[in-house]
Structure formats: structure tokens, C-alpha cells
């Protein structure tokens, strides 16, 4: 059976839920969905989300460390506003996250480490999805994720692969994927390998 909205607000650390309601009330933010949060992965399905056009977000009843700093995230991406680009969208509302729970003493390892693999993987999927060049990225925000230029050229390039094996655009995704110092007649023959590699993958 289905929970109410009140019943899953009587389940959140109420330490926790204060906290996250001042956070709302000060920057004027109104709660679309009070979602449940049932530990991470029995929460994966659900989506929390910031609609910063209308100052909404659907947010997770906080009932541990891991849901306050996804409810904190959500807000971030209210109160900061930013609109460039997937990676740099999230990267500032993670920065806003963090912020308050290392001040409220909720911060952990694994939050930040959680925190820098989704701002990485944001910034894989602007590489194929958005054709973003890799040396547009900001370099202090891949430091921070803890990843090198190489590795996102190489994930990036593994996702192309996957997303683009029935596409006639394949050697356009992986022209922008391209080592930059590749001579002309090295590239030919990784691009050749790599489109043949697409067939069984």
C-alpha cells in the first residue's frame, strides 16, 4: 500500500528534515513531491529533480546522510541557477551540496566520492550526446572529479561506441573523440579499428 506524504514525513530524522525545510523557506523554494527514499538502491527508480524555471523540486524524505545531501543538491541547483552545460550544472549544485553538509556535519567519503563520479559521468555524456570538446571542459572541475583528460577522451569514446553501433553517425562521434596528437595516417587506422570493433560490442 501506497504511503502518504504525511506518513513518509513522520519517517525522516526530523533534525534532518528542519534543516532541509529552512533551507526551503529561506530561498523560497516550494517541495513538488516529498519522494520516498528507501536506501540508494531501492531508490534508484525514483527521480528527484530541481525545476528551477518554477523554484520546484521533488526531493527525498531525508532519513540519512545520503537522501539530506541529495535533497541539498536539488536545492543547489535552485539557489545557483546555473544553466551551461549537464557537467557544470551539477558540478555547482554538488559544490552547494557538500558545502552543507560538511556545515551541518553530515559529510562523508562516500558523499564525496558519489559527488565527483556523477559530475564525471556528466561530463562523459556532454562529450557524446552534447559533441562537447574535451578541451572545453573546465580543467579545475576534471581535476576535482580526480580524472585526466585521457580517461574522459577513452569513457567517452566507450560510450560513443555503445550509443552510436547502428548509426551512420559513428565516425563523426568518434572524430570529436580523436587524440589530439594522433598523426593523420594514425587516426585513419584507429578510426578503421574502432568501427569494426562496433560490430561486437
Known sequence: MRKTTKERLA???QKMLKIVRDHLDYHLIRV???LPYNG??????VVYEAFIDHGQVSIPVPT???SFYVCMHEVGHIVKGERNYAYMQEYVAEQYAIA???KHGYYTKEIGESAKRY?????V???????????????????WTGRTEEQLRRRALQLAKILYKDSDEVPTALTSLAAKKLSLSAYKALLEITIKQLTII
Request: net charge positive; hydrophobic share 35%; with cysteine.
Open 64 to 66: 540519512d546522510r545520503y
Open 125 to 143: 555524456q556532454d562529450c557524446v550526446i552534447r559533441v562537447l570538446s574535451i578541451d572545453s571542459f573546465s580543467k579545475a572541475v576534471l581535476k
Open 11 to 13: 519517517k525522516a530524522d
Open 32 to 34: 513538488r513531491k516529498w
Open 119 to 123: 559530475v564525471y559521468e556528466h561530463m
Open 100 to 102: 552543507k553538509c560538511i
Open 40 to 45: 540508494r538502491r531501492t531508490s534508484r527508480d
